[in-house]
């Protein structure tokens, strides 16, 4: 005898598992693998102060445009291929 809904006075009965149940099964109970963060990188992972900007930056300048650093009062003028070591003290 099948159980009944106490309710509604309903036969409970289970269903065929279907093809979107077998996907909605997998897409909940699917783990990325360990290590590995799906979501966007916030400002402590990045290492970043709550107090800064991040800018989205393209790749690649236009040829001729140099970039302009100002570093404790210093002006540095760089070509968009030149690369940059920063040490701190």
Request: hydrophobic share 25%; no cysteine.
């Amino acid at each position: 005898m099948a159980t009944k809904n106490d309710i509604t006075g309903d036969s409970l009965i289970t269903k065929p598992a279907t093809e979107k149940y077998r996907d909605g099964w997998s897409t909940a109970f699917t783990k990325p693998p360990v290590g590995e963060d799906t979501r966007p990188k916030d400002r402590v992972k990045q290492g970043i102060s709550p107090s800064t900007v991040i800018e989205d930056w393209p790749e690649s300048k236009p040829k001729g445009q140099r970039i302009v650093l100002n570093i404790n009062g210093q002006y540095i003028s760089l070509d968009p291929t030149d690369t940059i070591t920063i040490k701190y003290e």
